[in-house]
């Protein structure tokens, strides 16, 4: 059982960054972070896997303003968020596969453990 805390959400306005942060109670192979906001379905934003140098992937929203990394010597994955924009507005989860290798999509079905979720709030 992996535990997942997010921290770091808040409230800022558009054009502002912020740094989410998930403490991981052991390391898995495949990260990723993920937001819903009201009345959407929850959609992946990035995911991070420690296979293939460490590949990384993206919502094609985000490309370009956010940066997702994971220390796995301080069990913590980050997402850095910049350039926020009043659409970034949701709740952003944590998110993690069991096993030790193999594909790291951004479908949350595929995904094992969960966080409670860091609330990110961006103004125009």
């Known amino acids: 059982q992996v535990q997942l805390v997010e921290s770091g959400g808040g409230s800022v306005q558009a054009g502002g960054s912020l740094r989410l942060s998930c403490q991981y109670t052991?390391?898995?192979?495949?990260m990723g972070w993920f937001r819903q906001a009201p009345g959407k379905e929850r959609e992946g934003v990035a995911s991070?896997?420690?296979?293939?140098?460490?590949?990384?992937k993206y919502v094609d929203s985000v490309k370009g303003r956010f940066t997702i990394s994971k220390d796995n010597a301080k069990n913590t994955l980050h997402l850095q968020m910049d350039s926020l924009k009043p659409e970034d507005t949701a709740m952003y989860y944590c998110a993690a596969v069991r096993g030790v290798g193999g594909a790291c999509p951004l479908m949350q079905g595929f995904y094992d453990y969960w966080g409670q979720g860091t609330q990110v709030t961006v103004s125009s």
């Open positions: 052991s390391n898995t192979y495949c």
């Open positions: 991070q896997t420690d296979n293939y140098g460490g590949r990384t």
